[in-house]
Nanobody, 125 residues
Framework: QVHLVESGGGLVQAGGSLRLSCVAS????????MGWFRQSPGKEREFVAT????????YYTNSVKGRFTISRDNDKNTVHLQMSSLKPEDTAVYYC??????????????????WGQGTQVTVSS
C-alpha cells in the first residue's frame, strides 16, 4: 500500500507559476511510476504528466508540454509538478498517483493504483 499526500495548490493569476508536491509513504521501495492527473467540475479525470520510477522518462499531455515539468526525488519519496505560464483552463483539482509498473506512459486513470486526496489549482484570468 502507498499513501500519497499532495501540497502546493492555490490561486494564481494567468501567466503565473505554481509548484505541486506529493510525498509518498508506505511501500515505497518498489519501482513505482508516478504521475499527476487533474479533474475539473463536470469533466473526467485527465492525464497531465507521468514519470518513470528512476526519473529518466517523462510523459506529458500535449496541452502542458513546454509549460509543466514533472520530477521526482526518490531519496525523499517525493514527486513534483512545476507549472508555469498557467492558463485559466488549467484550473482543476490535481491528483498525485502511483502505479506498480515500470510502464509510466499510461494516460488511463483506471490503470493507476494509488491516489492522493487532491489539491485545488485555480488560475484567474
Amino acid at each position: 500500500q502507498v499513501h500519497l499526500v499532495e501540497s502546493g495548490g492555490g490561486l494564481v493569476q494567468a501567466g503565473g507559476s505554481l509548484r505541486l508536491s506529493c510525498v509518498a509513504s508506505g511501500r515505497t521501495g518498489s519501482r513505482y511510476s508516478m504521475g499527476w492527473f487533474r479533474q475539473s467540475p463536470g469533466k473526467e479525470r485527465e492525464f497531465v504528466a507521468t514519470i518513470s520510477w528512476n526519473g529518466d522518462g517523462t510523459y506529458y499531455t500535449n496541452s502542458v508540454k513546454g509549460r509543466f515539468t514533472i520530477s521526482r526525488d526518490n531519496d525523499k519519496n517525493t514527486v513534483h509538478l512545476q507549472m508555469s505560464s498557467l492558463k485559466p483552463e488549467d484550473t482543476a483539482v490535481y491528483y498525485c498517483t502511483a502505479r506498480q509498473s515500470v510502464y509510466y506512459n499510461e494516460p488511463r486513470s483506471q490503470l493507476w493504483d494509488y491516489w492522493g486526496q487532491g489539491t485545488q489549482v485555480t488560475v484567474s484570468s
